[in-house]
Each structure stands twice: as C-alpha cells, then as structure tokens.
C-alpha cells in the first residue's frame, strides 16, 4: 500500500471516529463547501461521506428559490437545513451564492448584496454560539486548471450533468469572480467561523487536506492528534494581510 | 354611534387599508405580541384580525417545541414562519418565550437564556434590514387585574383551556416574571426593532392603542395621518431611563 | 338571556370540554370548510374557535401556490399541516379547490380535476383510517343571498379585502359553480367522510350547527349528549338519492 | 477496458443522459430502495448518482421520527420529500418500515402494521397517476451473504457507523425478517407499482441490475434500448406464483 493509500485509509478513519464521537455526544456541526466552478466540491463532499452514516449525515445542495421563497428573508430556506443533536449537515454552495454567483452575474441587486455581506457575521456567530461547528471552506483553484477542467466537461458526456450555463462566463469574468471572492474573504471571515482555503489544482491532495482540517477542527483531540500536520504550502486559513506562502489564485 | 364604537370602525378600516398597501407592494410585516398571562394577547389578535384577509395573515402560536427542534437552532422553528411578500405574521408569543417564562420557571439554562439576550439584537436587525417590518408589543398588566383575571379564568368554564399549569405561580412569581420583563426590555429594545409597552388593564382601551401603533408603524401615511395620536399614559416606548408617565407594573 | 343566547353559550362550552377531552386523550381531528364565496366561512371558524386554545387549534387558509408547489404532487401542501396530537386542524378552502374554483375558472386542467376527484375518497379514507376524525362541511347558500352579500361586500369598506377578482363571476357562473359542487359532492361523499351540507343563508343557524355537528361528531358522549338535537331542515347529510327535506341552491 | 468496465460506463452514461431528459421534460421519480441489514442500499445510490445533478437528485434517509411526528399520519414526514418538477428522490429505506423493521421488532402495533399494508396501494397509486414514476427495489442477499457482511462490518473500523444495535439479530431473526418480506412484497406488489427484487449476493452484478432497470423504466426509449437485457436469474419482478428462476432468499 502506498504512503497516500494508507494516510488516505486513516483519513476516512478519523471521520468515522469523529462521527461518532458527534453521535454520542449530541455535538452538531455544518460544513459549508465554496469554490468557484469546478473547483472540485461535488467530489470532495464524495470523498468526506464515502464512510459516514446516512442517517446522521445530510448534503444539502438547495434548487433555485421559488418564487414565495425569493421574497422571503433570504436565509430562511438555508436555515431550514440546519443538524439536529448528532448530525452533520454540508452545504453544496450555501448562503454564500450572494456573495459569489449573484454578484458576478447580476442575480440580485448591490443592496441586497451589501446586506449579506453585513449580515454574514452576525448569523454565524450566532449559530456557532449557539454550540453549532461551523466549517468554511474556499476550495480554490488557478485559472488554468478551470480551463482544463471546463473543457473536460464539455467533451466528457460522464459530466453533462455538471455543465451549466454559467460555465461558459468562468474563464472570461475569472477577474470578476476573484474580486468578489476577495470581498467575499475580507468580510466573512470571523474569528468564530474562519474561512480556510484550500489549494485545489490537485484533486487528491486538496481532498486529503480538507478531512485533515475537519479532523482538527470537529474531532475529539485524540482522533486529530493522528492526522498528520497539513502542508503549510496547501492549506491555509485566510489572511487579511499579505499572504507569503498562501496567495490565492487571481 | 358612541364615540368610541365610531373610532373603532375608523380603525379596523385602517387596518384594512394597511393590508391592501401591503398587498399592493409585497411589504412583510411581523407583529411580536408579548405580555404576563392574562394580559390580553388573544383577545388583542383577533380584535386586529377581525377584517383582514385570511390568506395573507398568519397567526403563530406554536406548541412545545418537540424533542428534535429542542437540539436545533433556537430561532429556526420560528424562522419557519417568516413572511413572504404581502404577508402579516402575527407572533402570540414568540422566541422571547425563553426571556420570559423559561427564565422563571427553569425550562433552560441560565447559559442559554443569556446567549438568547444576546442573539436577539442582532437576529432582529437582521430581518428588519432585510425590509421586513417588526413591531414588538409588550401588554403590560398590573398585579390586581391579573389576579381578577386569574380568578375569572378559574371560575368561567368557557375560559377553562385557557387555564394552564403556569397560572397558579404567576401571582407567586410575580416579582421574578417582573425582573425578567425588565432585563427582556433593557436588553432587546433597540433602534430598529423598539419595545412597544400597552398598559393594559383596560382591555379596550389596549386594543386600540395597539392598533393606532400598527397603522402608525406599518400603514401609508394617509392612512396613518386618520389615526388620533394615542395618549401618552396609555401607550409609551420602553425607556430605559426612569418613566414619568410611562411606569410598568411592579 | 335569551333562548338563543343561552344555547350558544351552551354550544361554545360543549367545544371547549371537547377539546379538553382531545388534548386529554392525543385525538386528532380536520374540519374542512368549504362553500361559495360569501358563504360565510370566516365567520364560522371565527365562532368555532373563540374559546378554544391557540396552541391546540390551527387554521390553515394556504396561498396561492409557489410554481415550485405547483410541480409537486398536489395534495403535498396540504399533507403539512395534518394534525399532531391533541391538535385540531381547520382548513379554510382546502384540497377542494381543485373540485371548484379551479373547475370553474379553468385554473387546472379537466383531466387533473378528474385525477383529484378519483383520489380523494382513496386519500381521506387512509387519513380516517389512520385515526384522524375527518369534519367535512359544506356551507350551502341561496342565489339570492349571495348577491346581497356581495353587493355589501363591494360597498362595506370594512369588507374590502374579502374582495376577490372571482367575486365578479359568482353569480355569472352560478350554475356552473352548482355543477361543480354536485359533481363534488356525488364523487367525495364516503361513509369514512360524509359531507354535512349546512343551509346558510341565515348565519348565526349555520353556525349553531356547524358547531352542534362538530359536538355530536368529536366530542366525547356526554358533552355531545348536551347538544340540542339538529332541525334537519337545517342542517342534513349529503344524500345521493332525492333530499325532500335537503335540497341544495341551484 | 474489460467487458464489465465497458458496460458500467455505458449504464452510467444511461443514467445522465436519463436525468437530462428529466430536466428538459419537468418529469419526476421516486426510487425506493429496501432491503435487509447489509444488502448495499448505501453502496447502491452512491454507485447510482455518481454523475447525477447534485440539485435535482435528493437522497432522503430519514432519522428517527420525533415525539410529534410519531403522532402524526405515518406518511406525513415523507410527503414532506415528494419531487418537485425535473427532480429524482431516491428514498433509503422508506415507508416500508412498518413493513420491516417494525414488524419484526415490535416498534409499532399489529393494528397500526396492518392499517399500512392496507394503505400503501392506495398511496402509492395516487403518486403514480399524478404522474411521479416510483421505482421500488428490493435488494436480495442470502444469509450466508448477510453472515459474512456483517461480521466484516464488526471488524473493519471503516464500516464502524454501519454497526447497529439490530444488526445483532438480523441473523437470529432471519426467518422473521423472511416472513415480513414476503407479506409486504405479497401485499404491495401493484400493477402501478411493482416490486422489482434484485439478487444482491454479487454486488457489482446487482448495482448493474438496478442501473439497467432504472434506465429501462426511467429514461428515454432511446436509451433504454441501449441498455443490454438483463439476466433473468437476477433482476426478475415479484410474482406471486412460484417463481422457478426468482427465488428469494430464504
């Protein structure tokens, strides 16, 4: 077995302890997986359940709003969604398609936009006060691989599925999309539910860091203490200022 | 047509006019309707209910939460009910239950009573930025009347649903449910979402001062600009520093 | 206090021990409430529930549905808010809009209404069977009530949002309102789910016995026992067969 | 690429090419998926919605019903799931728990076990007339199979959160659990809803298997007929009669 094969094997097996270590001590918590398209969240959200019960587990990737829903508190139908005692509940895109999508595309007005943004931290904090884990995570990857990826789409029947509409303006408003991720970053990231970024262009290694930081951030201590250091060059919690090893990909 | 029935009718039209302004825009609107037990709160909503349409209003008195939503997120069973465009949601009694009656009688830790106190502000701002309106009505009774309504209740077998296990402290407790009250006010009466006390041992008199707040809140100036200007003994903002004309109950 | 007055206290009491009696027990139980416009079905769930317990009762008046709603299967809407236990449920209009309102005004199409009326008696059965007390009430008024009221509903300013676009059409399409009523009628009458056809052109009759038959059908023996016996000119079971004594308007 | 390769990429292209022409035409199915303790439900739907739309494709693992769930219509919480318009919900385990699970230990009465095998064909019935294609699969495995699955499962600490407290009398209550089998498949195998069991002992044999049906039932003429016949001795409808190439496991 290769060194990847068995950390992956002990990877999955710290979530499997974690799961139920949040099983029998009622814990909850919520994963929320941003990236921009392509950046692999269908896959790793894949790689995180492989093991985990599918009771105690939801993924919750919401259809467009309704029409009643669209003229609702814009959370509402998130916050439908939220665990019960012992579940985890990730979010395939999340609450955060006001700052991403919407902005670049126009799906919603600069004021409502704006309103997010300002509401962002007052709504998490509450929820982790609440004893809710809360997980962000910006899946991030560079231009190039986009382009490669979005072109595998296209000519893979395997991900018709997957192209969408929107996939055709990635590459040309790529600047657009950083600038609202930057914005996004800036005013979301909270001491009390940090964004992580993780490096993407390598499928593999962005899912192993991902568990990796559930590990630490959701698991009893003695289930993290396992899980091998993330490489610093991969990984990396989201800085206002100057990133020397962690730039994100313009 | 006593002056009173006169002004009655003047207000139920008005009323009737804020639902159609608010039909006709696709406002939303939540009316929080708190108070001591006996204070008037279902008598209170069906006098404000009385002609507005059925569809378009919702009132919302939600039983024992069960034991799943016990383990979620405090708000979301109450964020469940939200308004969508063109609705009135009126709350008798709502997410302050755990301010007021939990904090009396132990139905929660200290630690989530707190954490409440402190979630409310910014839950409140929240939906009002959000451009749904909010209006919180707090009916305030003395010790006497409640304890002549306490006694009616018992006595009336048409008042016998009415009777719960909680009434026969609330004279006992009186002096708790008051400190409750005033660390609930002090706490949660901000600029956007203010406290509005109703003395209310006059029944009739409370219903219409409630209702003069409404249209003066949530109708269009016109319809609000028939309302006479309620008297200020009756109807005050909660202030938090000494109330000449405006003292609660002790 | 007059006869009437007595009796309707009578009445009220005898809905207050029933749901003592079904708070006591866990029973549950669904009024339907339907009939033309103006009928007066407001006005009735307003009587029913004066003293009953907000916690305890619902009354569900549902809004247009979202184009979401529309896709689904029809009756998911309204299986939402079946009762839990101890809960009475009253439906304000229900599924059988789609055996009126939507047959009339083409708001569906004929094969959907002829799906609906072939489900329902399959649908209500599994409910009554599943222990829910199912209440269906058809409140039955004279063409010539119905354009006086209205004519006091285009004209009373308090009326003005029981206004509907449809109000226009009632009496235009009153034959073919009444076809849609006997098709309905004829096809939903079940002995698990009978049809109580209510005359009520005179309100306050319709209501003392709607109420009576709520009493005699979910109240325990000796609060029923209480109630005056129904005038059967009045108030009568759907028949199939010619009704000497109950005939509907035409 | 072997032969089996070759075929497992054509079914999965079956299954995306399926989805889109659910998307393009608004239809909508339901999958039931049932089966023993250990019989691959999980490994099934994983291997089924590897390249489905995350947004139109639910999976539903319902948790244990809540105090007020339990008292309301059985049904209840599953209509809450019912597909919208271009959606597939896949249900693991399902309604038929009262069939199952419930039966053979005691989680619910004879009376209440009864009342749902009368109901289900009727429930059923009305989902598919309004137009929702409901699949139900029951997957098949021996209990030499199921004696093996389950001893792996004791001892490989990735399939920890598969353990459950019934897995230790899934073996002792073999013949029990035959029993409830056969009474559901005798009693629920309709016309419009047939059981299609499915021989699961091979677990590659039988995710094929469900493929093929899906796309046989499911997807276009077109593709279904792209997808090879399946083998008799392993995928065959439910028949009352003796079933000379179908036996079930005994």
């Not at 097996?13 to 799961?19: C, I, T």
């Not at 904090?125 to 595998?152: F, H, N, P, T, Y």
């Not at 290694?205 to 610093?232: D, F, S």
Request: aromatic fraction near 6%; charge should be positive.
């Amino acid at each position: 077995m290769s060194d990847h094969a068995a950390e992956e094997d002990a990877l999955q097996l710290g979530l499997v302890r974690m799961q139920q270590a949040m099983a029998a001590s009622g814990a909850r918590a919520i994963v929320v997986l941003e990236g921009r398209d392509t950046a692999g969240k269908d896959g790793t959200i894949k790689r995180v359940t492989e093991h985990l019960s599918v009771r105690n587990t939801r993924v919750v990737a919401l259809p467009k709003p309704s029409d009643r829903e669209r003229s609702q508190w814009y959370f509402q139908r998130y916050v439908a969604h939220l665990p019960a005692a012992g579940e985890l509940v990730i979010f395939n895109r999340s609450w955060y398609n006001r700052a991403g999508v919407e902005v670049v595309n126009g799906f919603s007005t600069p004021a409502e936009q704006a309103r997010f943004l300002a509401d962002v931290p007052g709504f998490e904090a509450m929820l982790v006060e609440s004893g809710i884990a809360l997980v962000k995570l910006w899946l991030d990857i560079s231009k190039e691989e986009q382009a490669e990826r979005l072109e595998r789409r296209r000519t893979d029947p395997l991900k018709a599925l997957k192209v969408s509409a929107l996939d055709a303006v990635a590459q040309d408003k790529w600047d657009d999309y950083t600038a609202a991720r930057d914005a996004m970053l800036t005013r979301t990231h909270i001491p009390l539910a940090p964004w992580i970024c993780v490096r993407a262009d390598n499928k593999k290694r962005a899912r192993r860091n991902v568990i990796r930081h559930l590990l630490r951030t959701l698991a009893p201590a003695e289930v993290a203490a396992e899980v091998k250091a993330p490489k610093p060059e991969v990984l990396f919690p989201f800085e206002m200022a100057a990133l020397e090893d962690g730039r994100l990909a313009r």
